[in-house]
């Protein structure tokens, strides 16, 4: 069974960065497509980015494009993701989640394609 806990949210100010991090366990995830995706009060859970077991960034939101960025160490099996240029909007509980891929460079923008999911974790964008 595979484990994902997400770590780092933090209250920041508009314009900051932040990284969060994933941590995987119980399998090695270098089969696995990571996605990232988060939840506003009173909104719909999104896709915010995701990368392909190989690490290549395959997907990413319109809405954190060039501001986003997501990595990872295969030695700490962790994933990362890097943000920059916070905005309010930005604010929410994001969330780290799992597919198995069988394409190294594959992973997808749809919540039905992953199977695990983390707990989440805060972030908040506020002045």
């Known amino acids: 069974q595979l484990r994902l806990l997400e770590s780092g949210g933090y209250l920041v100010q508009p314009g900051g960065s932040l990284r969060l991090s994933c941590e995987v366990s119980?399998?090695?995830?270098?089969?696995?497509?990571i996605g990232w995706f988060r939840q506003a009060p009173g909104l719909e859970r999104e896709f915010v980015i995701c990368?392909?077991?190989?690490?290549?960034?395959?997907y990413d939101a319109d809405s954190v494009k060039g501001r986003f960025s997501t990595s990872r160490d295969n030695t700490k099996n962790t994933v990362y993701l890097q943000m920059h240029a916070l905005k309010p909007e930005d604010s929410g509980v994001y969330y780290c989640?799992?597919?198995?891929?069988?394409?190294?460079?594959?992973?997808?923008?749809?919540?039905?394609?992953?199977?695990?999911w983390g707990q989440g974790t805060q972030v908040t964008v506020a002045s």
């Open positions: 119980g399998a090695t995830m270098n089969s696995y497509g």
């Open positions: 990368s392909g077991p190989s690490g290549n960034t395959n």
């Open positions: 989640a799992a597919e198995k891929a069988y394409d190294t460079t594959y992973c997808g923008p749809m919540e039905y394609e992953y199977d695990f």
